[in-house]
Nanobody
């Protein structure tokens, strides 16, 4: 099990940028595939991006491809989500999640979740 703490959310105007961070506890961070999900009010949790254990392989939802970049620093036990060209429809609570083994775009496959960080994009 790993404990996850997100930070970096906030209020930004459309077209702006934010960088989310997710700090993980424990000494086995590099054995976890990591992902970001988001949930807007009244909507289901949605996959955003994921990254492999070594950081080589990444996958993105079509809605964020070309605008968001996921990365990780295993020495710092941290995964990041750089969000550029933000749109009002990106407004949501963003969660990081961890699972052992190979990553997945399905939230049900992740065992460990952070508490979430709010991102609000004004038009």
């Amino acid at each position: 099990q790993v404990q996850l703490v997100e930070s970096g959310g906030g209020l930004v105007q459309a077209g702006g940028s934010l960088r989310l961070s997710c700090a993980a506890s424990g000494r086995t961070f590099s054995t976890y595939a990591m992902a970001w999900f988001r949930q807007a009010p009244g909507k289901e949790r949605q996959f955003v991006a994921r990254i492999s254990r070594g950081g080589i392989t990444t996958h993105y939802a079509d809605s964020v491809k070309g605008r968001f970049t996921i990365s990780r620093d295993n020495a710092k036990n941290t995964v990041y989500l750089q969000m550029n060209s933000l749109k009002p429809e990106d407004t949501a609570v963003y969660y990081c999640a961890a699972k052992t083994g190979v990553g997945s775009g399905e939230s049900g496959n992740y065992n460990d979740w952070g508490q979430g960080t709010q991102v609000t994009v004004s038009s």
